[in-house]
């Protein structure tokens, strides 16, 4: 079983800066690709980002490419979502997920990939 606790969102003016991280339980982080996604209000939940485990491969929506950095410490069990030049598109709930399956250093933007889910953090992003 592997918990995943997502802090950092809350209250943003459009340009602006958060960071998310997720912490997660266990001593097998280095062995996870994750991954972070999103759900805006009456909207399905999309793909942000992932990173593979040693975090040296990433991919991004395109909506948020150049803006967002996925990174990973293994050494604190923590994945990050450095999100700059915020819109007030980008307000959602934010999870961050581990896909625990992946044999290599590889990731997958599709969500049944992942395992296991954070329970979310709010991000608003005024105008």
């Known amino acids: 079983q592997v918990q995943l606790v997502e802090n950092g969102g809350g209250l943003v003016q459009a340009g602006g800066s958060l960071r998310l991280s997720c912490v997660a339980s266990g001593r097998s982080f280095a062995m996870y690709a994750m991954g972070w996604f999103r759900q805006a209000p009456g909207k399905e939940r999309e793909f942000v980002a992932a990173c593979s485990r040693s975090g040296g491969s990433t991919q991004y929506a395109d909506s948020v490419k150049g803006r967002f950095t996925i990174s990973r410490d293994n050494a604190k069990n923590t994945a990050y979502l450095q999100m700059n030049s915020l819109k007030p598109e980008d307000t959602a709930v934010y999870y961050c997920?581990?896909?625990?399956?992946?044999?290599?250093?590889?990731?997958?933007?599709?969500?049944?990939?992942?395992?296991?889910w954070g329970q979310g953090t709010q991000v608003t992003v005024s105008s």
């Open positions: 997920a581990a896909d625990v399956r992946v044999n290599r250093d590889i990731y997958y933007i599709g969500q049944e990939a992942y395992d296991y």
